[in-house]
């Protein structure tokens, strides 16, 4: 799983496998981004779950979130090798009217396909 | 989709000296923010801005960082001087609204101070 002083983790699977990408956060937040970040590229959000929200799904994209143990995940599933990246959560640990400051976590290598 | 373009892609400067990195941001938008990764690390908040004032920074936010957007232009990251550490990669986001909304992140500025 990600999150605050861990490092980048990495993980290899092959195409067709689903995958399982795990993330804790330390405090209070409203909302769970899930960006993916390609070679060379900035992050884009692929995926945004709301504290309200257990599950949400995106295609082959499956996000859930439970605040009681502060921690979420991204699944992918039947993965092709356009997965291959670098995926962050992010948590908007900000006060009520505050503005978007995302923390992000340590991120997580997905390789697939050789 | 919106994209966020940052100038240039890779910036070199001898320690010491002054750098601007420069961001176009998705044209509708309105907060905006700088971000910095280091090689291998989880990207972190620097400052978010609005209105043509820095709302929130952090402890990275250095006093030799200044941000501004004059007259709607370039949204521009300064570091006057630059010192070692400073090495990283920058990115620059927007997003139209201030909370719960995606932000939209450029490819980033790499930064190398020698």
């Known amino acids: 799983s990600q999150w605050g002083e861990e490092n980048l983790q990495a993980l290899s699977i092959q195409e067709g496998e689903d995958v399982t990408m795990n993330c804790s956060y330390k405090t209070y937040t409203t909302v769970v981004h899930w960006y993916r970040q390609d070679s060379g590229r900035g992050p884009a959000l692929i995926i945004l779950i709301r504290s309200n929200e257990r599950e949400k799904r995106s295609g082959r994209l499956r996000a859930t979130l439970d605040t009681s143990s502060q921690s979420g995940s991204l699944s992918i599933t039947a993965a092709q090798c356009e997965d291959t990246a670098v995926y962050f959560c992010a948590t908007d640990a900000r006060l009520s009217g505050s503005f978007n400051k995302l923390t992000f976590g340590a991120g997580t290598r997905l390789a697939v396909c050789p | 989709g919106p994209k966020v373009l940052q100038i240039p892609s890779h910036q070199i400067i001898d320690m010491g000296q002054m750098v601007t990195l420069n961001c176009d941001p998705v044209?509708?938008?309105?907060?905006f923010y700088w971000y910095k990764q280091i090689l291998g690390q989880q990207m972190e908040f620097l400052v978010n801005f609005y209105n043509g004032k820095v709302m929130e920074k952090s402890k990275l936010f250095k006093d030799q960082f200044s941000v501004e957007r004059p007259d709607g232009s370039y949204f521009t990251l300064k570091i006057q001087p630059t010192a070692l550490e400073d090495s990283a990669v920058y990115f620059c986001?927007?997003?139209?609204?201030?909370?719960?909304?995606?932000?939209?992140f450029g490819k980033g500025t790499r930064l190398t101070v020698v």
């Open positions: 986001a927007s997003s139209f609204d201030k909370t719960n909304t995606e932000v939209f």
């Open positions: 044209s509708n938008h309105l907060y």
